[in-house]
């Protein structure tokens, strides 16, 4: 494929699993897209990949072995470089309890595995859009400032 025949891409996504089969899955899925795709498979990766480069959002597992994902969510808030980064968990723990942290320490969404391939991808959608709004929100105030 030539570069004029490339549709510019939707975004830059970081997805974090440490379970391949659900890293390279949402991959494809997102790939196929149209969305720039990198992936980490553990906390401290995607913690690292994110000061190489900003993604647009970050789907995020909440079980993984070194630091979970409510703990990466949480550094990743404290930090003014990436706390405007909207996190999307995705997670087989599907408690009331657990989404609810999820907010808590910052995300913006949950969406329990198994996952319907539809419902990812309306949602990453939907929150790209809102971020999309709100950054020409900001810009848009600091022209009136």
């Given at each position: ?6 549709k510019?891409?939707?975004g ?105 391939i ?27 400032l």
């Open positions: 494929m030539n570069s004029y025949s490339e510019p891409s939707k830059n996504i970081l997805i974090v699993d440490d379970a391949l089969n659900n890293l390279n899955l949402l991959s494809a899925i997102l790939h196929e897209e149209n969305y720039h795709v990198r992936k980490a498979t553990s906390g401290q990766m995607a913690l690292a990949t994110c000061n190489v480069e900003l993604p647009d959002l970050i789907l995020l597992d909440v079980m993984m072995p070194d630091i979970d994902g409510y703990k990466v969510c949480q550094q990743l808030k404290a930090n003014p470089n990436t706390q405007a980064i909207p996190v999307i968990f995705i997670s087989a723990l599907d408690d009331a309890l657990d989404k609810v942290k999820a907010f808590e320490v910052g995300g913006v969404d949950y969406i329990t595995k198994p996952f319907q539809s419902e990812v991808l309306a949602r990453v959608e939907n929150q790209l859009m809102i971020q999309r709004l709100h950054n020409q929100l900001m810009e848009q105030n600091q022209q009136l």
